[in-house]
Each structure stands twice: as C-alpha cells, then as structure tokens.
C-alpha cells in the first residue's frame, strides 16, 4: 500500500485518501457485477480489513461491503472490537451493517453519498454506537455515481 505524505508533496486528507481504496473496493464489486459498495477499515493509518459487496457470488443477502470489512478487520487484529478504527464506505451503511459497527464498537465512520431509501439514518442514528463519530459526504460524488451507472445499465439490460 502507499503512504500518505507529510512532507514536500501537497498533503492528501487521509479521509480522502483512504475513501480512494474504499472505492477501488467498490469498482471490485461492479467487475464482479455486484451492486458497487465497497469498504476499507483503518487502523493507526494502515488498512486492516477490506471488502466489497458479494450478495451475488456469495447467495448471501448479509454480505455487504462492511460486513465483508468487519470481518477481515476482527481476522486481522484477533479481537473482534474495532476500537480506534475508522471503517470507510462508499454508501451510507443500512440499517444491518449500522447495527454490526455497534457491536464493534468502532470509534469512526467514514461514508460517501448518502442512501435515501436503506440508510440507517432514514430510521434513526441511534443504530450508531453513541461513541462512534459519523461523517458522510466523502467523495459522495464519485461513489453516487458508481451505483448510479451500475443501475442504468442494469436496467437497460432488462
Ligand atoms: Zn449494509
């Protein structure tokens, strides 16, 4: 993996940085045919768990980008807790991954565009552990644009 830069280069804010690899995730899905979300988890800087939806390869509704995440991350570390870590997603989680990060009890959640129809803030952010910090908006753009493409097409083949 690369490092992010703190010296000559312009620096890169680590939100957006790592929103990037959240996204090559995403595009990983869409390769794959999947609806493109894709997730990283950071811990102290560096990416300990990676994942991408696979409710398709997987015949599994429940495996969604973050669950795939949560899980490499708790593989990785050996404890299931995500404290201090931040996970990174292309879409605002649903309400099942949203209740998954409060049984990690992960300290940040990073989100790009938002979901108006299965984001867990349609219901309530109580889903959220209290201590966990959200901040949505992250290269929204971009990961709006992916699911959006994904659908098109989706329907143009139907
Ligand atoms: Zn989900």
């Known amino acids: 993996m690369k490092y992010i830069s703190f010296t000559d280069e312009p620096a890169i804010n680590p939100d957006d940085f790592?929103?990037?690899?959240?996204?090559k995730e995403a595009q990983k899905a869409l390769a794959l045919d999947e609806v493109p979300i894709g997730a990283v988890i950071v811990h102290g800087g560096r990416i300990?768990?990676?994942?991408?939806?696979?409710?398709?390869?997987?015949n599994d509704v429940t495996a969604h980008a973050e669950m795939q995440a949560f899980t490499a991350a708790a593989n990785y570390t050996g404890g299931k807790y995500l404290k201090d870590c931040t996970l990174y997603v292309t879409i605002e989680p649903c309400v099942m991954c949203a209740g998954a990060s409060?049984?990690?009890?992960?300290?940040?959640?990073?989100?790009?565009?938002?979901?108006?129809?299965?984001g867990f803030s349609q219901v309530s952010d109580?889903?959220?552990?209290?201590?966990?910090?959200?901040?949505?908006?992250?290269?929204?753009?971009?990961?709006?644009?992916?699911?959006?493409?994904?659908?098109?097409?989706?329907?143009?083949?139907?």
């Open 126 to 158: 109580r889903i959220i552990h209290p201590k966990t910090e959200v901040v949505g908006g992250v290269s929204s753009e971009e990961a709006a644009r992916l699911m959006k493409d994904f659908f098109i097409s989706k329907r143009d083949k139907s």
């Open 48 to 58: 300990i768990g990676r994942g991408h939806n696979l409710t398709e390869q997987l």
């Open 18 to 23: 790592f929103m990037k690899e959240a996204l």
């Open 102 to 118: 409060y049984w990690t009890q992960i300290s940040r959640i990073v989100y790009g565009a938002r979901d108006d129809k299965r």
